[in-house]
Every structure is written in structure tokens, then in C-alpha cells.
């Protein structure tokens, strides 16, 4: 054994060393969060490569570039010099690399262009235009969803209406027209020459159907590497087994209990069946030993796992015998939870715990909603992934623009965005429609103009729900508005049905306020600054909490976390509880945030939640039951919290009468 092969081998535990020194045979790798499977992956290329294999007869498939980039920087390191790695990139860079190469034989042109999701989008919606489906007399998807809908049903390999009933239920009708105009986007495809990230792998996946094909792309590799296995799709399986049929020379890394994208068609059976694939069996190395979380947190997210229906055996295991139990925290409400987490987190910066090493997770963007203003009012620097911040959303303006338009017909710039939202008015008619705006404020000024040509529903619409907010006792007037925007939502917005969840928050967080003024007030005050997962902290400070979706907290770490609204409605979610394999899906959920934590876990149940769907005078509270995947079997497991905030002294003040002083006029008179 050369000195590179052993250098690359002393620091590795048993389990990791087993997958490093593994030969040819198929192998799966079953690497349990924070076991060191990127470490275990990078080790193995090198001592590949230090056992004579050629670097460039080595393929090495990642789903991001920059998890290929710190693949081949670690091989690197491992080897004390500079490898290169000319086949190691993401699924679809090298099957567009390998389609322009093939493209003469599988009648392509080689000259084809790559469009990306942005790219897509608009010519599925001129394919859609050219149709005419969008002039339809019921409300067709938006461009955006139909490539979804296409999407999905080429990632799943399933028909149009496979994809609908698994995935868009609610387009299900259009079942025939979108069969039609996914074909009709694939001809439009190719008459320009184009390929979408879609055909990238498709063409790729349907090359290795063909026997010849198949055996001259399989033969440039000795080895095939696969990381986060749990995460490809049924195409990127068959390519795999196209490229290694025998799985000679093939290595797959992954985790099913972190299994989280079915959304993007990834398929857990892939991972769970690849060992009976081949004959013999796949070997599996499970790795078990964490090199992150604390016993106790290890030992209540094993417990979590162990009451999965499916999966293969593994139990992390850990030196880190200090620390204290996770918590399972039990308060009021959403605000509650808010304070909870609010003040929790200066503590430990008081402690000396930077915000950078504290993270807050939830389920859905929504759920953070009252925990973002919290943090502002109290003025906690953070930033948020997995979508935009929840008052810069273009909706929730939406819906803030009525009510603001509606307690002030004068405002010109929120009757501006409202009346905009009525099809058939631009700025000319909206300025026009302001300009009549009399003692009945908005109402006012809808009820004296006449409809625009094609939108007299929508604009009767209108205005009865204005005359309706006129006369609405807070909060019916969330209702209210809700009602009327949701058709206007559902045809501006190609993802309305996420949007409706951040609606429904709005109206939950609407609700704790005594009137429509307070509630408006408040948050005009301290808006949290915006930003998305895409871009870094536009903020003042250097230091600030991290907000986080759980699927975009893969793969990432924090000393102290927190995780929302683990009650069944929330996690699992409603949408996510339709069937065995979902619940599966939400559990794995669940295991995925609370291996997040190195030091400190935070599981938060609020017992209520404002209720939005009822009529005036209704129960405006539901209550919520602590997860199912929390059963009282593994509550030994969990340090159990009823949490409530302190009662503040509250501000009082005496007055007699004041002076009457016009400060409207000495405001017009400065600039007089």
C-alpha cells in the first residue's frame, strides 16, 4: 500500500475505513446525519486514485456544484497535492456534457441550447398563449405550474395524469389540455433546439435504454460515485443502472431517514431497494458514529426514527456524553412561541453564544411569520432561508394594500395596488378611480366609476367587499378580504397555493390585534428587512439568528436549535398526512431538524391556533395535539416545558385637558 493510501486512511473510524477500502463490488453506504459521509466519500475517491484507478475513468455525481467543488478540494487535501477530477460535477452537467458529445447519434444537434427553469417557463406560456389556453372560459394553471406538471411527470416517469393525481389534485380537470400542451412544449423544444434541465436527464436516462449506447457510455468509467443517494429521482436511478448494470465499480452515499424531497420526485425506494438490485446483494457500511450532536439529542431523534415503518437499521452513537436533554417546550400560542424562542435566544447570547450558532426551524416559510416580528420588535438581527421575507412578499402587500386602502380611502398608494389587482386596470384607470374618492372613502370611489370593459364581476366584487369592510367588527374584516383575494391571488401567481399559507398566518397574526388600525400600525412600524435564500444577510450587523426552512436546512448544523409547531397540523402537515409514504416523508422531516443541534434542542408545541375559516362571532382558536411522531413512549426522552411569558407592568398614564393645537396646519406652513 503506498503512503498517499495510507495517509488517507489513518483518521478514519472502523465503519468510515470498511467504505474507503471496499473494492469493486457494489456498495452502499448508509451515512447517518453527522456521520462524516463527505469525508468518507472524498476518502474513498483518493484512496481510488492512490490504488492506481485513473482520475479521469472516475465518475463522481453531486447535486450541487458546489458539493462537487469541495469533493474535489478534499481529495485534494487527502492526497497532499492537486487532483483533477474531469467527470465530477452534477447530474445534469454531465449529461449535458455527455448528450453534446452523443448528440449525432440520438439526433440531436450538438449546437442545442440549455434553457434554465426562468427560461421555461416562458416558452411553456407561449406554447400555452399559442393554444389558446389562457383565454379559457375557467381558470387555466399558470405557465409556471404547467411546467411543473410536465416536470414532475418526467422526473417520476409517470403520465400527465399520474403527476395530477399525485401531486396537483387541484388542476386535475385539465387533465386532457395539459396531456396536449406538454406535447405541443416538446415540439417547440425542438424545433428551436433547446433542452431544458428536464431533457438534461431524461435523454440521458433513455441513451442508456439503448444497449450499444449504454455499454459505450458505461465503459469510460471504472467507478461511479453517487452522493446523497436518498435524494435522485426514478431517471437518475435507470442511469445509473444503465452505466453499471452489474454494479461493478459503483458506490452510492446517502441516508434514508433523510429522505425529504418527494416534492421534487425523489424517490426513497431508490436507496431502500438498491442493495437486491444486483446478485449478489449490494454490500452495505453503515455509518453510525456522530461527530456532531450531543447523547441525549441522539438519542430522542433515534427514537424518532425507530418508530419508522421502512428503513434500514442504524442507531447514532456519539462521544459527546455531556449535555442535557432536548426540550420539548409546551406554550400558549404562536406569540408564545415567538417570546419563547425570543428570549431563549439573548439569553445564550448573553451566555456568549454568537446568533450565527443559533438557528430556528420550521416546516413551512409561513410558520415564522409572528416570530419575525417578534424578533424585530425586539430588535434581533436575522435572516431567513427558504424564501422571502414574510412582509416583502408581493401578496401579503397585496392583502396589507386593501385593509390600509379601506381604513384610509386617501391613501393613494395602497388604493393604487388595490385597485390594480381588478383585471383591466392599470395606473391610468386607478389614477383616474382615486381622483373621485369621496366622504365614503374606498367604497366611495368605486361605487361612482364604471367597470372596466370585460371586469364588471370583479369590479362588483369589489366593491362590495369594501362596502362590507365599512361595516365589518374587527377581525371579520381578515375574512373578508381573504374571501375576495384568493381568486385575484389564484390568477396573479403561479405558486398561489403556497402563497394561501401566508395569507392564512396574516389572518392569524391579524386576529391578536384588538382593531384593524393596531394591527396595521404595527406592522408598518419595524418591517423586517427582505431577503431570500439566495442572498446573504442584508443587514447592519455582523452577527444575526438564522431562520430556516427544514428542507433548506440540510446538511447544516448549529450549536442551539429550535423547531416550531411540532403539532399534527403542522408536523405532519395537513397536506403532508394523505397517505403512509407522506407521513413517512414528514417523520424523516421531523429527524432531519433535530439532527440540526450540536449542543441545545428546542421542540415547541403551542396548545392553540387562531382560527381564520369561521364567521363572524365564531371560535377564533383551535388546539393543537403534540406530534404523532412524538408518542408519550418517547417523552422520557425530552425535558418537558410549560412555558409562559412574564406579565409586563404595562404603561398607564394620567392626563387633564390638553391645549388644542392645529400641527397640520404648522406642518403645511414649514415648507410654505
Known amino acids: 500500500m503506498s503512503r498517499i493510501a495510507v495517509a488517507a486512511l489513518e483518521d478514519l473510524n472502523a465503519e468510515q475505513r470498511a467504505a474507503v ?131 414532475r411527470a418526467v422526473n417520476a416517469e409517470e403520465t400527465i395524469a399520474d403527476a395530477l393525481a399525485s401531486a396537483f389534485p387541484w388542476c386535475r380537470e385539465w387533465g386532457v389540455e395539459l396531456k396536449a400542451l406538454s406535447a405541443a412544449y416538446v415540439e417547440a423544444k425542438q424545433r428551436q433546439n433547446v433542452l431544458d434541465y428536464d431533457d438534461l436527464l431524461w435523454l440521458w436516462a433513455e441513451a442508456m435504454r439503448e444497449p ?8 469510460r468509467f471504472d467507478h461511479v460515485l453517487v452522493d446523497e443517494y436518498q435524494d435522485t429521482n426514478k431517471l437518475q436511478a435507470r442511469i445509473l443502472l444503465g452505466l453499471k448494470p452489474d454494479g ?64 434500514f437499521t442504524k442507531c447514532l452513537r456519539t462521544a459527546r456524553a455531556a449535555g442535557g436533554a432536548p426540550k420539548l417546550v409546551s406554550v400558549r400560542d404562536e406569540a408564545g412561541q ?33 416570530l419575525e416580528l417578534e424578533l424585530a420588535r425586539r430588535d434581533i438581527p436575522f435572516v431567513k432561508f427558504g424564501g422571502l421575507k414574510f412582509l416583502e412578499a408581493a401578496h401579503v402587500k397585496d392583502f396589507l394594500a386593501i385593509l390600509r386602502w379601506a381604513q384610509n380611502g386617501g391613501d393613494r398608494l395602497a388604493g393604487f395596488r388595490t385597485l390594480q389587482l381588478v383585471p383591466g386596470v392599470g395606473p391610468a384607470r386607478a389614477a383616474r378611480v382615486l381622483d373621485v374618492v369621496d366622504e365614503h372613502g374606498a ?34 374584516d381578515l375574512d373578508l378580504v381573504a374571501r375576495w383575494y384568493q381568486p385575484v391571488m389564484d390568477g ?79 408536523m405532519p402537515s395537513d397536506l403532508g398526512a394523505g397517505s403512509t409514504a407522506e407521513l413517512e416523508e414528514e417523520r424523516r422531516l421531523l429527524y432531519v431538524a433535530m439532527t440540526r443541534a450540536k449542543d441545545d ?33 418517547l417523552l422520557e426522552k425530552f425535558e418537558q416545558i410549560a412555558w409562559a411569558p412574564a406579565e409586563g407592568a404595562g404603561l398607564h398614564s394620567q392626563r387633564g385637558a390638553l391645549p388644542q393645537v392645529d400641527l397640520a396646519a404648522r406642518a403645511r406652513a414649514r415648507f410654505s
Open 601 to 633: 434542542l428546542h421542540l415547541i408545541t403551542p396548545q392553540r391556533f387562531y382560527h381564520t375559516q369561521q364567521g363572524r362571532g365564531g371560535d377564533k382558536h383551535v388546539y393543537a395535539a403534540r406530534s404523532r411522531f412524538l408518542p408519550s413512549a
Open 248 to 311: 461493478v465499480g459503483l458506490t452510492v452515499v446517502g441516508d434514508d431517514a433523510q429522505s425529504i424531497y418527494a416534492f421534487r420526485a425523489a424517490d426513497v425506494r431508490n436507496i431502500l431497494d438498491f442493495p437486491g438490485t444486483f446478485s449478489p446483494p449490494a454490500k452495505i457500511v453503515t455509518l453510525e458514529q456522530n461527530y456532531r450532536s450531543t447523547a441525549p439529542i441522539l438519542e430522542a431523534s433515534n427514537a424518532v426514527m425507530a418508530l419508522a415503518r421502512e428503513g
Open 21 to 151: 477500502e471496499h473494492g469493486r463490488a457494489p456498495l452502499l453506504v448508509i451515512a447517518g446525519a453527522g456521520t462524516g459521509k463527505t469525508k468518507t466519500l472524498s476518502h474513498r475517491v483518493a484512496h481510488l486514485v492512490a490504488q492506481g484507478a485513473d482520475p479521469s475513468r472516475i465518475l463522481l455525481l453531486t447535486f450541487s456544484r458546489r458539493a462537487a467543488s469541495e469533493m474535489i478540494a478534499r481529495v485534494g487535501r487527502v492526497m497532499a497535492g492537486d487532483v483533477r477530477l474531469p467527470w465530477a460535477g452534477t447530474f445534469h452537467a454531465i449529461g449535458a456534457r455527455l448528450l453534446r458529445e452523443l448528440a449525432p447519434a440520438i439526433g440531436l444537434d450538438a449546437e442545442f441550447t440549455i434553457h434554465d427553469r426562468a427560461d421555461s417557463a416562458d416558452l411553456m406560456g407561449m406554447v400555452r398563449h399559442q393554444l389558446g389556453l389562457g383565454g379559457t372560459a375557467k381558470r387555466f394553471p399558470m405557465k409556471g405550474t404547467c411546467l411543473a406538471i410536465y416536470s
Open 338 to 370: 415567538a417570546a419563547y424562542v425570543a428570549e431563549q435566544v439573548l439569553e445564550a447570547r448573553e451566555r456568549g453564544l454568537e446568533l450565527k450558532q443559533q438557528a430556528v426551524l420550521f416546516r413551512a416559510a409561513d410558520f415564522s411569520a409572528p
Open 212 to 219: 450499444a449506447l449504454a455499454a459505450e457510455i458505461g465503459a
Open 443 to 476: 367604497y366611495g370611489a368605486v361605487r361612482n366609476t364604471a367597470p372596466p370593459a370585460g371586469a364588471s364581476e370583479a369590479w362588483r366584487a369589489l366593491k362590495e367587499m369594501l362596502a362590507a369592510l365599512d361595516a365589518a367588527v374587527w377581525p371579520s
Open 492 to 570: 396573479r401567481y403561479d405558486d398561489a397555493r403556497v402563497r394561501l399559507g401566508d395569507i392564512e398566518q396574516l389572518q392569524r397574526i391579524g386576529a391578536t390585534f384588538g382593531s384593524r388600525q393596531s394591527f396595521l400600525t404595527e406592522l408598518t412600524l419595524d418591517p423586517p428587512n427582505s431577503t431570500s435564500d439566495e442572498s446573504g444577510p442584508a443587514l447592519k450587523d455582523d452577527d444575526y439568528l438564522i431562520l430556516s426552512t427544514i428542507h433548506s436546512a440540510k446538511g447544516q448544523e448549529w450549536k442551539s436549535v429550535f423547531v416550531l409547531n411540532v403539532v399534527d397540523g403542522c
